[in-house]
């Protein structure tokens, strides 16, 4: 792996950062990262109060603050601010029309406000060419991995799983996975939580499987950095799940069709064959190069230092 050559040390830097999170457990892990991240790099804070960042916030005066909200934006944000406004988009992007209503309307209505942003920080290069095409100003920036928080591989667990998912029953997946339940039976593990407890039972899997609700191309980003923590092998609709190179870090499948459903069981059997725990080894070596504190270093300071 090599490194962007850009000097990031805070007297090289105009702008101080921080990084509101909303109060959701599901981002426990990946918040935990930021924070131990931040504290190494310096002039970066992580902030909890989201549902309190109201219009009135003296930060938002502030022309040396790049103010990073993840997942979330505030419903009101002043019109005369001086702070940059930044938001770390980690939901799918596509044809609204193809999507369940959660995902079309949280879309449509950030679709609404783009303008509004300094910047958009998409996890994979189709959630960033999605608000260049809408004549936002985005970039790419992977969220990166942090072995002691989100855990290691244990090379040793015994794998009692052929597959295991993690996820709400919704969407395209109402009816994919009741077919690999069907087929797969005892050998099928549906994990229910998030975090290190999710990638810890991923390890007693030999691979394990994401199909999105809709059929968006981009790669659920969050999910990436969980299987860099586990021995299990990530087994995927062909979806772009950069910087995972396909074939080499994980197992890409043609996309399930619902009026044959069995024909995408048929080939996740046939992936379960090959050799998976080589697989998930060159996964873990190359992706945890890319660590929390590396993806702010190499791709997020430059972008924001870039803003003028």
């Given at each position: 792996?090599v490194?962007?050559?850009?000097?990031?040390?805070?007297?090289?830097r105009r702008y101080?950062?921080?990084y509101?999170?909303p109060p959701n457990?599901?981002?426990?892990e990946i918040?935990l990262?930021?924070?131990?991240a931040?504290a190494r790099?310096?002039?970066i804070?992580?902030n909890h109060?989201?549902?309190?960042w109201?219009?009135?916030?003296k930060?938002w005066d502030?022309?040396?603050?790049a103010?990073?909200?993840?997942?979330n934006?505030?419903?009101v944000?002043?019109?005369?601010?001086?702070a940059k406004?930044v938001?770390?988009?980690v939901?799918?992007?596509?044809d609204p029309?193809?999507?369940?209503?959660?995902?079309?309307?949280w879309?449509?209505?950030?679709?609404?406000?783009?303008?509004?942003l300094?910047?958009f920080?998409?996890?994979?290069?189709?959630?960033?060419?999605?608000?260049?095409?809408?004549?936002s100003?985005?970039i790419?920036a992977?969220i990166?991995?942090d072995?002691?928080?989100?855990?290691?591989?244990d090379?040793?667990?015994?794998?009692?799983?052929d597959?295991?998912?993690?996820?709400l029953?919704?969407?395209?997946?109402e009816?994919?996975?009741?077919?690999?339940?069907?087929?797969l039976?005892?050998?099928?593990?549906?994990i229910?939580?998030?975090?290190?407890?999710r990638n810890d039972?991923f390890?007693s899997c030999?691979?394990?499987?994401?199909?999105g609700?809709?059929?968006?191309d981009?790669?659920a980003d969050?999910r990436?950095?969980?299987?860099?923590?586990?021995?299990a092998a990530?087994?995927?609709?062909n979806r772009?799940?950069?910087?995972?190179?396909?074939g080499?870090?994980?197992?890409?499948?043609y996309?399930a069709?619902?009026?044959?459903?069995?024909e995408f069981?048929?080939?996740?059997?046939?992936?379960?064959?090959m050799?998976l725990?080589?697989?998930?080894?060159?996964m873990?070596?190359?992706?945890?190069?890319y660590?929390?504190e590396r993806?702010m270093?190499e791709?997020?300071?430059?972008?924001?230092e870039?803003l003028g």
């Amino acid at each position: 792996m090599v490194y962007a050559v850009y000097d990031s040390s805070v007297a090289k830097r105009r702008y101080r950062i921080t990084y509101v999170f909303p109060p959701n457990y599901v981002f426990d892990e990946i918040r935990l990262s930021y924070e131990r991240a931040a504290a190494r790099i310096g002039n970066i804070t992580i902030n909890h109060d989201y549902y309190y960042w109201t219009p009135e916030k003296k930060e938002w005066d502030d022309p040396d603050l790049a103010i990073i909200f993840w997942c979330n934006i505030p419903w009101v944000v002043p019109a005369r601010r001086k702070a940059k406004f930044v938001f770390q988009y980690v939901e799918s992007v596509g044809d609204p029309e193809k999507m369940v209503p959660e995902q079309r309307k949280w879309l449509t209505y950030y679709m609404t406000r783009s303008k509004e942003l300094d910047l958009f920080i998409g996890g994979t290069p189709p959630v960033r060419d999605f608000w260049l095409h809408r004549g936002s100003r985005a970039i790419v920036a992977p969220i990166g991995h942090d072995p002691q928080v989100m855990g290691t591989p244990d090379w040793t667990r015994e794998k009692t799983y052929d597959l295991g998912f993690c996820g709400l029953l919704v969407g395209r997946r109402e009816w994919i996975l009741p077919a690999i339940a069907r087929r797969l039976g005892k050998r099928f593990l549906n994990i229910q939580g998030f975090g290190r407890f999710r990638n810890d039972a991923f390890n007693s899997c030999k691979a394990m499987l994401y199909v999105g609700h809709a059929e968006e191309d981009a790669f659920a980003d969050m999910r990436l950095w969980s299987a860099v923590s586990t021995s299990a092998a990530l087994v995927t609709e062909n979806r772009d799940a950069w910087p995972a190179i396909p074939g080499v870090h994980y197992v890409p499948l043609y996309p399930a069709k619902k009026e044959n459903p069995e024909e995408f069981v048929d080939a996740i059997e046939s992936a379960l064959k090959m050799p998976l725990v080589d697989m998930a080894r060159r996964m873990h070596k190359d992706l945890s190069a890319y660590t929390a504190e590396r993806c702010m270093e190499e791709f997020t300071i430059p972008a924001i230092e870039a803003l003028g």
